[in-house]
């Protein structure tokens, strides 16, 4: 007994030595569990942007609104607006148009075709868009003629790409194959750094004739390259498997592949310069990873968190990914059309790579 | 006496028309009467179902939904016995009161402009218009005399005629379906109506 508790005394004193692998122990559940439960909380009613088209300026449109405006945060915008914020900014699933003369129609009792403009890639919003809707000519029924025909009919428009209804392992597989990448070339570069460090090969490395910057590159180079191959192998899996589109611009795809998994390298290198020892490693790891993916969009669409927490995952290289990924298999975006975003990651990956070129150690442990 | 007996026909004869004469203006004066009393009601205090048993006696007052009905449901309502036709006419008395209530509680607040009538053969088409800040919505009503006072025996909205719509429809449903099929129907869509407060 007496033995026991001393090596527990022992085991103690040890963990307690590493502070800041302590304090990421600690940490990091309250810090993933907040995360996670104000993501899973959930867009609160009213917070989902539904753009309407009034081109009928008539009381039908006006009890439509009223109408809608109880379970979503309707604005009133012109059409090119609309689709600009449907298409252009995505930050709305869907935009309504109420065509003209649709009070007189319906006064009339002739039905009217109201337009839903959508963006696939919201799947799970549309759908609310869609009961918000039924909800309203409910609503609107109540004042339309008892015996007459339905007098409000739907057409869905894609307006990001050409199909209607996008199935849940397209939002899936990209989702899951960021995060095993992620979890892949993380680990892989910060235990790469601190396992040679602890076993001394890094001194050797460092008196060799290679520079520090060729040292650190050509670690990070095969981690790139094994995350990228795993990247493609899983896409290629979804593909085969479940049906996972791969677009209609394979060099928009691939350009994006190359942007995340590079993003993901230099992000990489930062996390295990900050993780003074192996220990860290993990809890420092799984924290970002969990962080990052939960909201970047990988295990849930963007549009399922409230507004604010949607905002602060602008800030996350994986909502940029995720978003490159949508466009490509979601929406049939071309290359010029991911640029932007491409560009967005490989400058988010070249900054973590100067800040982790400047704080990772190389000495011996 | 042959002659002053002759004029007392030809007066008798031409009483009707002598009145109908003047009788345009009081047609207008009816439907301005009810869309007004419909106003008060809508503007005062009250709940939603109060303002609605209210506004059914107000449009019952000038809506003669039985002559509507029997010109919408057309040859198929003689053949039916006397308890179904009169059940057919208090469902469709329903029908057409909500429905046209229903249409004018889709504006808040109106204001209602009227246009000169215009005689159509006994009736006189009574134009008025919802005034809204974008748009003017034209309803409007066939009147004809009935038993000394003005009444509604169809609603024209948008240039369709309320009548002529049920026609059609009644007509569409009894080419597929029984005339008690078309009473259940009626019966069916009119229950929350039944179980409101007449």
Sequence with gaps: ?365 | MPIRRSVLVLVLMLAPALCGAAAPEDAVTAVKKTLEAALEVVRASGTRDEKLVSLRAVARDMLDTRAMGRRAIGDALAAQPPEKQAEFLDLFDQVMIRAYLQKLLLFRDPRFGYRAPQTKGDAVIVGTKIVTATDDYHVDYEMRERDGRWVATDVIVEGISLTENYRAQFASLLRNRSFEELLDLMRRKMRPVHEEPM
């Design chain 1, 1 to 365: 007994m007496r033995s026991l508790l001393t090596i527990t005394w022992k085991d103690l004193r040890l963990i307690a030595r590493d502070r800041a692998a302590l304090l990421f122990l600690v940490l990091v559940p309250f810090v993933v569990v907040t995360v996670l439960a104000e993501a899973l909380a959930g867009s609160d009613t009213g917070s989902l942007l539904l753009p309407i088209v009034n081109e009928d300026h008539g009381p039908v449109a006006t009890v439509l609104i009223e109408a809608l405006s109880e379970h979503a945060h309707v604005v009133e915008v012109d059409r090119p607006e609309a689709e600009r914020l449907v298409a252009g900014r995505k930050i709305a699933p869907a935009a309504i148009v109420v065509p003209e003369h649709t009070s007189k129609r319906y006064l009339a009792s002739r039905p009217s075709t109201l337009l839903l403009l959508t963006d696939p890639a919201k799947g799970a919003a549309i759908g609310a868009v869609k009961a918000y809707l039924l909800l309203a000519d409910r609503k609107a029924a109540e004042i339309a003629d008892p015996l007459a025909e339905e007098l409000l009919v739907m057409e869905e428009r894609n307006v990001t790409g050409s199909r209607s209804s996008i199935p849940p392992a397209e939002q899936n597989v990209p989702g899951f194959s960021v995060m095993f990448v992620m979890m892949g070339v993380l680990f892989g570069v910060a235990f790469g750094l601190h396992d040679e460090r602890e076993w001394g090969t890094i001194t050797r490395l460092r008196i060799a004739p290679i520079p520090r910057l060729a040292l650190l590159g050509g670690k990070l180079l095969a981690r790139f390259l094994v995350g990228l191959l795993q990247l493609v192998l899983l896409f290629l899996y979804g593909h085969l498997a479940f049906d996972l589109s791969l677009g209609s611009a394979p060099v928009a795809l691939a350009l994006v592949m190359v942007a995340v998994v590079f993003c993901m390298t230099g992000f990489s290198l930062l996390v295990a310069a900050f993780a003074r020892t192996r220990e860290q490693v993990i809890p420092l790891g799984l924290t970002v990873i969990m962080i990052f993916c939960a909201l970047g969009g990988c295990w849930w669409p963007l549009y399922h968190m409230p507004p604010w927490l949607q905002q602060v995952a602008q800030l996350g290289f994986t909502t940029w990914a995720m978003e490159g990924f949508h466009d490509v298999i979601l929406r049939d975006r071309g290359i010029l059309d991911v640029l932007p975003g491409v560009g967005v990651l490989l400058t988010y990956g070249m900054l973590c790579l100067a800040g982790g070129v400047r704080f990772v150690r190389l000495d011996p442990a």
